[in-house]
């Protein structure tokens, strides 16, 4: 079956620097590639996502990259806030219901 | 408007009692989706609806687990003889149809001691 990994378990970068989370994933027939934010005591929340025949899509601070020949893809957040502080999941979607979650990055953003 | 609501958000349970966790998708939301979802971990997908047809159940772990959506809006996830490994975050998502967007609700969390 799918199976997504997730790298790293927690990055901390000082505010306004970059931070960027790799995920691979291990069946090429996946063709959606959300990621997710989660806050303390909340469920995730998406906050961008790819579809296979894309390589790249930007919003405001987020980009995501997508490699399908290699199966990694990738979440860059520019100039980075506290507000940005959160577990990051990255998850990829076959045809059909199943999304497969990666383990999560704790992204610490320091003031 | 309303978002994905879980009730209870907090449930304790001694080993061996049954439970039953509640979702209220986002109204007209035909797709709902069940999530467990371990401490440090990311979500593991249980079950998911189409209305009121349960058309993939192949992430429940045990017969123990039951989830039903008989009118194709509000979903229980019941536990029967809750054992300490069901201890996790219940999450519930909707989305307008398969392929859109999911939304998630804030979970339950369920420990059993």
């Known amino acids: 079956g799918e199976n997504v990994e997730q790298h790293p378990s927690t990055l901390s970068v000082q505010e306004g620097d970059s931070a960027v989370i790799k995920c691979t994933y291990s069946?090429?027939?996946?063709?959606?590639f959300p990621w997710y934010k989660q806050e303390l005591g909340k469920g995730p929340q998406l906050i961008i996502d790819i579809r296979s025949n894309v390589g790249e899509k930007k919003d405001q601070r987020i980009a995501v990259t997508l490699n399908k020949t290699a199966k990694h893809f990738s979440l860059h957040i520019t100039e980075t806030q506290p507000e940005d502080s959160a577990v990051y999941f990255c998850a990829a979607k076959l045809e059909g219901f199943k999304t497969i979650f990666g383990a999560g990055t704790r992204l610490f953003v320091k003031a | 408007g309303a978002g994905v609501s879980q009730s209870p958000r907090y449930k304790v349970a001694k080993r061996g009692q049954d439970v039953a966790l509640r979702c209220d998708p986002i109204?007209?939301?035909?797709?709902l989706f069940w999530y467990q979802q371990a401490l440090g971990q990311g979500p593991e997908f249980l079950t998911y609806?189409?209305?009121?047809?349960?058309?993939?159940k192949s992430g429940l772990p045990s017969d123990r687990f039951f989830a039903e959506r008989p009118e194709g809006s509000v979903s229980t996830l019941k536990i029967q003889r809750t054992q300490q490994e069901d201890s996790a975050v219940y999450l519930c998502?909707?989305?307008?149809?398969?392929?859109?967007?999911?939304?998630f609700g804030p979970g339950t969390r369920l420990t059993v001691t």
């Open positions: 109204s007209g939301h035909v797709s």
């Open positions: 609806f189409q209305n009121e047809a349960q058309l993939d």
């Open positions: 998502a909707s989305s307008l149809d398969r392929g859109q967007e999911q939304y």
């Open positions: 069946d090429s027939a996946s063709n959606y």
